[in-house]
């Protein structure tokens, strides 16, 4: 497995495994690997021959008063951790080779899904996100790319962008991966404490006694929506959000149908998590 850290340098290693007419799958990441990205490895690794993982803090994504500059780093634990996992290529750019020394003036703006749910309360959040996956297929040209679920709105937004935009990508959206207790796993979850750590449980405990409730037969969104905040509330933990929506539009619902997502954000501590469940 090879890391480089350069457009030129992975766009040559890409020819390579072109020319030897190898279809190409990228993972995109901002590093500081879990199971949850190795997951998508794995994944990867069914739907195409090569395995391009690219690992990249992005600067537009991240608000003035958000957590970029402490947000976890370690590219040689996340080298080692990709290369046990069969990743053939690690794409590790410095900032000034994706963007060079300004914020790019064209960036891909979305539309009101963007304004929903986590865009509601990160207002450019979104757009940072499709402007660095936008230059990531440019740069690879993967035949497929692989996301985790825990970012549904990101994951919808994509699968939208690649769609209108007539991006020539298949993107593939991996199941979540939890920990014993049923907490998402997230780079994210390195800031917990031992305190946090157990009350961030109630993100999962509240999602699962909502699907319990609708599988019972509860259609009701907003005695859904109750059950998750029931939970994050016996624990101390801030709900952001907490809304029941169609996963295609991403618009609110009143009346809970197979297929229509549940998602949460909140604070444990500092610390901000989000997590979904399909409600089946």
Not at 185 to 206: C, F, H, I, K, V
Not at 227 to 237: D, E, F, G, I, S
């Amino acid at each position: 497995m090879k890391t480089v850290h350069t457009k030129a340098a992975v766009r040559a290693e890409i020819a390579a495994l072109s020319g030897r007419g190898e279809h190409i799958a990228l993972v995109p990441t901002m590093g500081f690997l879990h199971e949850g990205h190795l997951s998508l490895v794995d994944r990867a690794r069914q739907r195409a021959d090569r395995v391009v993982l690219s690992i990249f803090v992005n600067p537009l994504q991240f608000a003035p008063d958000e957590d970029f500059e402490r947000y976890p780093r370690d590219l040689e634990r996340d080298a080692a951790l990709a290369e046990a996992r069969g990743a053939d290529l690690i794409f590790a750019p410095p900032t000034d080779e994706v963007y060079g020394d300004a914020e790019p003036e064209i960036q891909v703006v979305p539309g009101r899904m963007a304004d929903r749910l986590c865009g509601a309360f990160r207002p450019g959040h979104f757009q940072g996100v499709l402007t660095v996956v936008a230059k990531l297929f440019n740069i690879v040209q993967p035949a497929v790319a692989v996301f985790g679920r825990k970012d549904f709105q990101q994951a919808v937004l994509i699968q939208r962008m690649v769609r209108d935009l007539d991006i020539p990508v298949d993107i593939d959206v991996a199941p979540i991966v939890r920990e014993e207790d049923g907490l998402a796993m997230s780079s994210r979850n390195a800031y917990l404490g031992p305190d946090d750590r157990e009350r961030a449980t109630g993100l999962y405990l509240g999602l699962d006694a909502a699907r319990n409730a609708f599988q019972a037969g509860q259609r009701d969104a907003a005695a859904l929506r109750e059950r998750v905040v029931a939970a994050l509330t016996a624990r101390n933990v801030e709900p952001q959000y907490v809304e029941l929506v169609d996963p295609a539009t991403l618009d609110a619902v009143q009346r809970a149908d197979t297929g229509h997502v549940l998602a949460v954000a909140a604070f444990v501590g500092r610390t901000r998590l989000i997590d979904n469940m399909v409600m089946e």
